[in-house]
């Protein structure tokens, strides 16, 4: 099933990402497709507020993963500068990705090999009409119907 949202600001694609934080559970994994500046990072820091998570959350360019401690931990691991999925796997991604946490993979595709097959993969895109706005489109199979219905309803999780 796929949904898509426009965001008309930043704060707009921090809300969708609460929104979607805020229904996750251990073993979740989020991919997030998107150019650089797409929001990415953005969207990931809504998902740590939506988790109860209230650390900076920042990008893992260099670190290529950062670990935000919470009732449920979330994993934020940026595939971009990897190699290879070897590369994921020799620094411990793998555990992550399968473990009790959330997971938060940018540019996923790159890992595409490494990951469960029911995972939910965000797109976000510039639209061309203004540089604050995106098209984020959510994409998940069955088993999500009725997270991504939530999600897109704005129901009050009581998080």
Known sequence: ????????CPQDTREFGIRLGRLLEPGHVVCLEGELGAGKTLLTQGIALGMGINCSVTSPTYTLINQYPGTVPLFHFDAYRLEDEEELYNIGGEDLIYGQGVSVIEWASRVK?????????VSLSRLEESQ????IELTADEKYRTLI???????????
């Open 113 to 121: 090999g490494m990951l469960p097959d029911d995972c939910i993969w």
């Open 132 to 135: 604050s706005t995106r098209l």
């Open 149 to 159: 219905e939530r999600v897109v309803s704005n129901e009050n999780t009581g998080h």
């Open 1 to 8: 099933m796929k949904y898509s949202f426009v965001s008309s």
